[in-house]
């Protein structure tokens, strides 16, 4: 059973994407009930410091922190992967999960935010080299040596998704990002 | 490298899709939640679905149909028409959708962006524009489906929204709309090269060549269209195919 973690973003998509590819979930609702599930996904469209806060005000933050360093396989879609890091130029003074190492910085492109399907180059099973995912994102991971296993180019290279030992996180949303996406949900979420 | 989108436009009326030409002088034009499914399967990169009418009966509908098309359609959904209130904006987000366009209300009422900014992000946040040529040749913000003048000059308006948190632009020719013209790509590129958000073209699209001249000429991120698509002219993968051809980054 896949536990989703709610922090109040919108999750219909995720749950949609979920259904259609027949896992069975459901959402994490009390904190000492955690440990029953066997991966946890942390989705999100929203703001670093909203999903930090919520986690707190939850009760969440700790025993979430604990089942990630107990080896719990995790996923952090979108911002559910920036808050791995030490925090974020959206949230300054607001602490990440701090599992990762760095600081989300904010896009310097042209146009912000990046939204669209962009091309991946990837070293993951997980994610098709050369196939388009989609991102909607205003904030970024950078490129890190030995943990992004995924970069992609938004007028400059940034982490497109990282692995960890247990901990993935991905910089696109798979929920919204077609058929590649399903399939990228498919095999982690089988993946023993 | 970033690819430009496609985006099929549905525009609903009584629970079907229709179409018509300088907003009005509607024809049917399929199912709504077929349509919306074929499309996805077709290749488009996120799927418009407008409410043309914003009655209370309507929006139900609309509501009851764009939680249909998001249990089948795994791109992002963009939800509009007669958006009036947050609860409107919150509603079609837990419906579904991915993003959600504010036309009237915003004019009315600035601040609904910056609200809706505050509480959805940005990305959630759409300014819908509609826009006509006056014989000055400044353009002027339209309201109400196109009926009212607002006065605004098109680009003051726009600087606003995005500062108010418009996270993209939708920006929609009045005087080509439904007439397969093909889009204002002088306007298209003055707006492009004006504001740091995404835009969206749309109005006038008649051809594949006007597709690829959104992007090319017009600078545009994204192409939205509708009759070229729904009365089976061009298939989504046809039209993105060529595009590739013509050199313009797309996701086949």
Redesign the interface.
Same mark, same amino acid.
């Given at each position: 059973m896949i536990g989703v973690v709610h922090w109040g973003g !919108?999750i219909?998509?995720l749950l949609?994407?979920l /259904?259609?590819i027949s896992v069975s979930y459901s959402l994490v609702k009390e904190p000492d009930r955690i440990r029953d599930f066997d991966k946890l996904i942390l989705p999100g469209?929203? !703001?670093f410091a909203a999903v930090m806060d919520s986690l707190k005000q939850q009760g969440l933050l700790e025993p979430l922190l604990q089942e990630i360093l107990n080896g719990i396989p995790y996923l952090g879609i979108c911002v559910g992967m920036q808050v791995l890091l030490e925090g974020s130029e959206e949230a300054i003074g607001v602490a990440g999960l701090s599992l990762v190492k760095g600081i989300c910085r904010k896009f310097k492109a042209?146009? $912000?935010?990046? $939204?669209? #399907? /962009?091309?991946v180059r990837s070293k993951t099973r997980y994610i098709e080299n050369g196939g #388009?995912y989609? #991102?909607?994102?205003?904030y970024y991971c950078d490129v890190m040596e030995n943990v992004s296993v995924a970069i992609a !180019?938004?007028e400059g290279e940034f982490c497109a998704a990282l692995e960890k030992s247990n901990i993935f996180g991905v910089q696109f949303h798979p @929920?919204?990002?077609? @058929?590649l996406?399903?399939k990228f949900l498919k095999d982690w979420c089988y993946a023993d | 490298m970033l690819t430009k989108r496609v985006i099929p436009c549905l525009d609903i009326k009584n629970g079907r899709v229709v179409k018509g030409i300088k907003f009005d002088d509607l024809r049917d034009a399929g199912d709504v939640v077929a349509l919306a499914r074929q499309y996805y399967e077709e290749g488009a990169d996120e799927i418009a679905m407008l409410d043309i009418t914003a009655t209370v009966e309507n929006r139900k509908t609309v509501i009851g149909l764009i939680k249909q098309a998001a249990e089948s359609v795994f791109v992002p959904i963009l939800a509009g028409g007669g958006v009036r209130t947050l609860s409107d904006f919150e509603a079609l987000l837990e419906a579904g959708a991915d993003k959600v366009s504010f036309n009237t209300a915003a004019v009315r009422q600035p601040s609904i962006l910056t609200q809706a900014a505050d509480r959805f992000g940005s990305q959630a946040v759409v300014i819908a524009c509609d826009t006509r040529k006056k014989e000055n040749n400044e353009y002027t913000v339209l309201i109400e489906g196109g009926r009212t003048d607002s006065g605004l000059e098109l680009f003051k308006w726009l600087k606003e929204a995005v500062e108010r948190g418009a996270g993209e632009i939708l920006l929609t020719s009045w005087d080509l709309d439904g007439t397969q013209k093909g889009y204002d790509l002088e306007l298209l590129e003055k707006v492009s090269n004006s504001f740091s958000v995404p835009l969206i073209a749309s109005g006038g699209a008649g051809s594949s060549d006007d597709i690829a001249d959104a992007f090319l000429k017009g600078k545009a991120d994204a192409a939205l269209a509708a009759s070229i698509f729904h009365f089976r002219k061009y298939t989504i993968k046809e039209v993105k195919q060529y595009l590739k051809e013509k050199g313009v980054e797309v996701r086949l």
């Open positions: !919108n219909g998509s949609n994407a /259904n259609r469209v929203g !703001n042209k146009k $912000v935010p990046q $939204v669209g #399907f /962009n091309s #388009f989609y #991102f909607v994102n205003s !180019n938004y @929920e919204k990002s077609g @058929e996406g399903l | -």
